[in-house]
């Protein structure tokens, strides 16, 4: 490892940006990607990691608003404040192809929401979502990996 300081230094990373390795499992020297190297982080580290928050802010009755966190993974906290009650919305949960097992989702609402659907963007089920919220209600749901699916958490 004394070579490592002949290398010329560094001072701004990317995702695209790589490092050595050495791979138990394969039993020699890889390189690997910062990027795969934050999913991989972030996957052992689950909802511990802490929430990334979203907010949306829906002007009208049957709005949609997608989870979509900036690393796969990631557990979101969505702040819903709707600019009044409406009778129907749809939050649509991150694409299961980028879920981690104990990733959750929190929601809270300013107003109420009469007719709610959770879509599970690919999720084998989404279990216990509500179907309604009240004004400054909220709910929980936590991804299970061995069953693509989430499941509410009371």
């Keep these: 490892m004394t070579d490592i300081n002949q290398l010329t ?3 701004t990373l990317s ?10 499992e394969n039993g ?7 990027g795969t190297l934050l999913t991989w982080l972030v996957s052992q580290l689950g909802s511990a990691a802490g929430m ?4 949306a802010a829906p002007g009208a009755t049957g709005f949609s ?9 990631t557990s979101v906290f969505l702040l819903l404040t709707p600019l ?7 939050i649509v949960l991150p694409a299961q192809s980028t879920c981690i097992d104990g990733q959750e989702v929190l929601c809270t609402t300013t107003q109420a929401v009469t007719a709610l659907t959770v879509g599970g963007n690919g999720a084998v089920a989404v279990n216990g979502a509500p ?9 929980r749901l936590r991804y299970d990996g061995i069953s693509r699916s989430w499941f509410s958490v009371t």
């Design 9 to 11: 230094a560094q001072d």
């Design 15 to 24: 995702a695209s940006d790589l490092l050595p390795i050495w791979s138990g």
């Design 28 to 34: 020699d020297t890889r390189r690997v990607s910062l």
């Design 52 to 55: 990334i928050t979203q907010y």
């Design 65 to 73: 608003v997608s989870l979509a966190p900036p690393v796969n993974g």
């Design 84 to 90: 009044a009650v409406y009778a129907a919305g749809t």
């Design 131 to 139: 179907t309604t919220l009240t004004t400054n209600g909220s709910f």
